[in-house]
């Protein structure tokens, strides 16, 4: 079984650019999330969706940081314009449903410089 | 407000010693609790869950954990350690209302001492 896919694995840029990741959540999992993890802190939840719809985006900076799943496969996470605290690595996580096991990806390192 | 707390930023242990990585919780209702490792630039690994049932839970790589309701704490233990379990641990939490998002303690960074 393929796992939750994360690209890129590495990306610099310049405070004030944008910036854009993306994650193919397993095949069949409904749930999908968003993580900020800070170095030498534990991941912080951004974003849930449930299939194409958001769950819960509390936590989501929404001045800067937007996410979507449009279909209720892929999503994407961007950051515009970034600050050099956004510096981390951003881990997507699916599930099959709210509340089972999630599955992690290996995450995109971000450096704003 | 609900959590889990790891009390320990580092555990430092010798190879072939029993290791024992804290957690405890405090988080309404019946509490969803997991163990995660993350090795250096990888992501986060599924050691083991605690839904109901058995307060010993056994996961992957020789890992097991005890749910202890009195005294709210999940603690992550393995009767020998081994240099290659050397990684960061997270316990983390379901909420089982609302989102049902799934929260994590800041990590403790264990080392196998050879």
């Known amino acids: 079984e393929a796992g939750v896919a994360q690209s890129p694995r590495y990306k610099i840029i310049e405070k004030r650019q944008s910036v854009a990741f993306w994650c193919n959540p397993i095949s069949g999992h409904a749930t999908l999330y968003w993580y900020q993890q800070i170095l030498g802190q534990g991941p912080k939840l951004l974003i849930q969706?449930?299939?194409?719809?958001?769950?819960?985006d509390s936590q989501l900076p929404k001045d800067r940081f937007s996410a979507e799943r449009l279909k209720g496969v892929d999503s994407t996470l961007k950051i515009q314009p970034a600050k050099l605290e956004d510096s981390a690595v951003y881990l997507c996580?699916?599930?099959?449903?709210?509340?089972?096991?999630?599955?992690f990806g290996q995450g995109t390192r971000l450096t704003v410089v | 407000a609900q959590s889990v707390a790891q009390p320990e930023d580092q555990v430092n242990v010798a190879e072939g010693n029993p290791l024992t990585v804290k957690c405890t919780y405090s988080v309404s209702g019946n509490p969803y609790l997991f163990w995660y490792v993350q090795y250096p630039n990888r992501g986060l690994q599924f050691l083991l869950k605690y839904i109901t049932g058995d307060n010993l839970v056994k996961g992957s790589y020789g890992f097991e954990a005890e749910f202890n309701k009195s005294q709210t704490s999940f603690h992550l233990k393995k009767p020998s350690a081994l240099v290659s379990d050397s990684a960061l641990y997270f316990c983390?939490?379901?909420?089982?209302?609302?989102?049902?998002?799934?929260?994590f303690g800041t990590g403790t960074r264990l080392t196998v001492i050879p």
């Open positions: 969706f449930q299939n194409n719809g958001v769950v819960d």
């Open positions: 983390a939490f379901f909420t089982q209302t609302g989102a049902n998002n799934l929260f």
């Open positions: 996580a699916s599930s099959f449903d709210r509340g089972s096991q999630a599955f």
